[in-house]
């Protein structure tokens, strides 16, 4: 069993709508989590942290599950530049590995 | 703010030589890694270290030797390249320990082994 696992998508949604990811863990010592951005080709960048209480960054809310081990992703109001695959990390501070998801592809269309 | 710098950024080698793929971190992070990415897949930890002094085996090791030179420098080094280490090549840093301490990247290196 993969420790972390996505939906591979692509999600295509239109501008302006909103799309939610979900991600699944196996590891309930897991202690940290993110959401990480990647264009094609190009190295993952930090999209934001994802707290125990729930986070939002302008149009980008993060969420934790513990109890059911799934952190979810909410985009609204996508934008073209949106379009990316999203990846899901989640980290055993204890042992310093993160473990990365395969990444979910999403692509906004005009 | 160079962060994680990588060298090369591209490289061609022919089946059989070597060679070292370079990375430094400017961050005073403990620990760093190397990933290797394959087209429509996911990223593979081919070696990581936790702290200077320490080198540990990830997902994907054979093939491969690393070197933590100094707290900064992480190096990966391929002794007989072969075809099916063609891929893209990321170097990480990260904090050790402590909570919500992400994994800053760097732009990678594209290596093609013919």
């Known amino acids: 069993r993969k420790e972390v696992e996505q939906d591979p998508g692509p999600f295509n949604v239109p501008e302006g709508a909103t799309v939610a990811f979900n991600c699944t863990y196996s590891?309930?010592?897991?202690?940290?989590f993110f959401w990480y951005r990647q264009d094609c080709r190009k190295e993952p960048k930090l999209l934001m942290s994802v707290y125990s209480s729930g986070n939002e960054d302008g149009r980008f809310t993060a969420q934790l599950n513990r109890a059911s081990q799934y952190i979810s992703l909410l985009i609204r109001d996508s934008k073209l530049s949106d379009s990316a695959t999203y990846l899901c990390v989640v980290n055993l501070y204890n042992f310093n590995k993160f473990y990365f998801g395969s990444g979910t592809k999403l692509n906004v269309k005009p | 703010n160079a962060g994680v710098t990588q060298t090369p950024k591209f490289q061609v080698l022919k089946t059989g030589q070597s060679m070292t793929l370079q990375c430094a971190q400017d961050m005073n992070h403990n620990s760093m890694y190397w990933y290797r990415q394959d087209p429509g897949m996911g990223l593979r930890l081919i070696y990581y270290s936790a702290s200077e002094g320490t080198t540990d085996k990830g997902e994907v090791p054979n093939g491969y030797n690393v070197s933590r030179l100094n707290k900064r420098e992480f190096s990966l080094r391929l002794e007989s390249a072969a075809p099916s280490q063609t891929s893209v090549y990321f170097c990480a840093s990260s904090e050790f320990g402590g909570s919500n301490q992400p994994q800053h990247f760097g732009d990678g290196t594209r290596l093609s082994i013919l």
């Open positions: 590891n309930s010592a897991s202690q940290s």
